[in-house]
């Protein structure tokens, strides 16, 4: 197996109680030859001494420290400072197996991106299919493997620097979700072979505060752009055959009615009249009623559709208040309702 330089970029952001957890399953990677770029997003906790400490005990560790412009500036600083022949990305309060970056290294040498599975406390992720393909072939499955969450993140890959220094492949920053989806979409334009490994070697932590968890302003009109640009993805790709678009529209379903729920998060800054209104602005959307029939995946999705036909502003408003209610005030009974849908 050849031995080139992997560099492995770390976004932090207030990340203090699993900081070190991430940064010790970095450093006792079987495979040595490493770089680990700690970029330090601003945080106001201990992060910021965390990174330097380890940097002062192993000299694989460079540190870097910016104002708070999010994740995604993070990765691109990251981007920016690396060295090595492949790039890999682990968030901060996530953490790898000791022989992850020694497995993707494996298949690297033959392919422009390989893809791995992942496990959270809950589920393990693992890519439906297995080897080496070629792009034309890997994306008639590109809607299953959406379906499986395998597409979306950077952090189950490894990337060609190459190929993302030739290319200018950067995380768009002005994007608040889907900037690591549109990411993965730009690499896949740009690469020409892809090697899926049926193995869970990525340890993603759930965190409630995460931004995935936190209220997200125009989450809704985001969502509609990530739905585009896949279409166009795949479209120019000519891969938009039935079976993915079936799947792409029921995904994006789901996704538009999770931006549904979004208005309603306690941290919304939306009066009861801004939230009505922009409730009858999604319920009324052209896209939202053009996937009418892909609100299938489960009974909340079933009865917004229902709802969306009706026209029932004041009884889907309700509803999704109440949901909200639950969530933040009755935290089991809120996951004891989501395994019934």
Do not use: W
Request: proline letters at 2%; one cysteine or more; aromatic letters at 12%.
């Amino acid at each position: 197996m050849k031995n080139d330089l992997v560099t492995i970029i770390v976004p932090i952001f207030n990340a203090g109680n699993y900081l070190e957890d991430c940064i010790e399953s970095v450093l006792q990677q079987t495979y040595e030859n490493i770089e680990i770029i700690l970029v330090n997003d601003g945080s106001t906790d201990r992060s910021g001494d965390i990174i330097e400490n380890y940097a002062l005990k192993d000299k694989r560790i460079r540190t870097i420290h910016q104002a708070n412009k999010g994740v995604a500036a993070a990765r691109n600083r990251g981007i920016e400072a690396a060295k090595g022949t492949y790039i890999q990305f682990v968030d901060a309060d996530d953490s790898i197996k000791e022989d992850t970056v020694e497995k993707l290294v494996q298949q690297m040498e033959q392919v422009d991106l390989v893809i791995c599975g992942y496990e959270t406390k809950t589920n393990i992720f693992i890519p439906p299919v297995h080897g080496l393909f070629k792009k034309k072939e890997l994306l008639t499955y590109f809607g299953e493997l959406c379906k499986q969450i395998i597409i979306h993140s950077p952090c189950n890959k490894m990337y060609r620097f190459d190929l993302i220094h030739q290319h200018k492949i950067r995380f768009l920053e002005h994007m608040l979700i889907g900037e690591d989806l549109l990411f993965n979409l730009n690499y896949l334009t740009n690469c020409q072979t892809i090697y899926l490994l049926q193995e869970s070697l990525y340890h993603y932590r759930t965190n409630e505060t995460s931004i995935t968890n936190s209220y997200q302003p125009d989450m809704f009109a985001q969502q509609k752009i990530l739905y585009n640009e896949v279409i166009l993805f795949l479209k120019n790709e000519n891969r938009y055959t039935n079976k993915n678009k079936e799947q792409i529209k029921t995904i994006f379903a789901n996704a538009l009615l999770h931006a549904t729920t979004n208005l309603f998060h306690s941290d919304s800054p939306f009066t009861v009249k801004q939230r009505f209104r922009h409730l009858k602005m999604i319920m009324n959307d052209e896209k939202v009623r053009h996937l009418l029939a892909y609100f299938t995946e489960t009974k909340q999705a079933k009865l917004f559709s229902y709802l969306v036909k009706q026209k029932a502003y004041v009884t889907t408003y309700f509803i999704f208040l109440v949901k909200e209610f639950i969530r933040k005030n009755f935290q089991p009974l809120f996951h004891f309702l989501r395994r019934l849908n």
